[in-house]
């Protein structure tokens, strides 16, 4: 192990260039306790976070945080749905009433509950640094704000462009409607992308993941929380890019013979392509448009 490794550098760690590892099993609660005391220890202090407005220090007196991660069914007798908050600056607590930065809708935290592994507890108050779960958290999405004054709009979590496609087929029509469902809270989670061909009558969407084994826990998730058996036909594509231009430019956009014309879960003009080759060209035809490995916020 020794000749393994290397001697941690706290400095280093806080850049991003090594990472420690340890060693353990949950399982049998071996070096579990080892490692969160090693964890408290090392993790750095709050920073400041990058918004439209600059570095915000933790310091900042007025209330702000940070929607990182959503996960649904964590309770499956409940279907809850919990958004994990990070708090920014200044000080939280149960009940008081924040908006949404993007939405501009008004809320109030009233269910706020710290989560490890089984266990929850509700939570008081909470400080920059800590993270809060908010239970039912309505229209809430991955990237987003709540302030409790001005609005302020902190930098977006990186997504990675989807690079295995396939679509996913339902023959029972009387699950639609819980499929429907499952695949909007599973997107908003952030784990797949969900893509819609605007042209087909039956409306079968095309699943985008980073790796194949997405797909496994997506099928798995539909039978156990939902029990909607899916099939999964894999695609060609291997690239998908947001198609941005005047409306005119986009009216008359035709990609290569190969990609296909999707919509996005939010209405905005996808292509699917299936490999470099047919993106370059595309875009050598269409010099007036961009093609984004991302979605625009």
Same mark, same amino acid.
Not at 126 to 142: H, I, R, Y
Not at 162 to 183: G, M, T, W, Y
Not at 224 to 246: C, I, Q
């Given at each position: ?95 008081? /009433? ?29 400080? !920059? ?5 908010? %239970? ?19 930098? !977006? ?15 029972? !029509? ?6 429907? /469902? ?14 819609? !061909? ?62 296909? /014309? ?25 010099? /007036?448009?961009?093609?984004?490995? %991302?979605?625009?916020?």
């Amino acid at each position: 192990m020794q000749l393994a490794g290397e001697e941690f550098d706290k400095e280093a760690f806080y850049r991003g260039e090594i990472t420690p590892v340890f060693f353990g099993s949950a399982l049998t609660n071996f070096g579990v306790q080892l490692f969160l005391d090693q964890f408290i220890d090392m993790v750095p202090s709050p920073p400041a976070r990058n918004s439209d407005k600059g570095l915000i220090p933790p310091e900042t007196p007025s209330f702000s945080g940070f929607v990182f991660k959503i996960q649904a069914d964590m309770n499956p007798r409940h279907r809850d749905r919990v958004a994990f908050l990070r708090i920014c600056t200044g000080r939280f607590e149960r009940g008081m /009433k924040v908006h949404c930065a993007r939405t501009g809708e008004v809320g109030r935290l009233t269910y706020p509950q710290r989560l490890f592994a089984q266990e929850r507890e509700t939570v008081d108050e909470a400080f !920059p640094g800590d993270v809060v779960g908010l %239970v039912n958290s309505g229209e809430l999405v991955l990237g987003d704000t709540l302030v409790e004054g001005e609005d302020v709009h902190y930098d !977006p979590i990186p997504l990675f462009p989807p690079e295995h496609f396939c679509r996913v087929i339902v023959d029972d !029509p009387s699950r639609r409607k819980q499929f429907n /469902k499952a695949l909007d809270l599973l997107q908003r989670e952030g784990a797949i992308q969900i893509f819609w !061909p605007p042209e087909e009558s039956t409306r079968m969407p095309i699943m985008g993941a980073v790796g194949q084994l997405q797909f496994e826990v997506v099928a798995h998730r539909l039978k156990t929380d939902y029990g909607v058996e899916a099939r999964f036909e894999p695609m060609s594509f291997r690239l998908a890019r947001w198609v941005v231009g005047t409306p005119e430019d986009l009216e008359t956009f035709e990609p290569s013979r190969l990609a296909l /014309k999707v919509a996005d879960g939010n209405n905005r003009l996808v292509c699917l392509f299936p490999s470099e080759w047919d993106l370059d060209y595309t875009a050598e035809r269409n010099p /007036k448009l961009q093609f984004l490995s %991302v979605s625009p916020r």
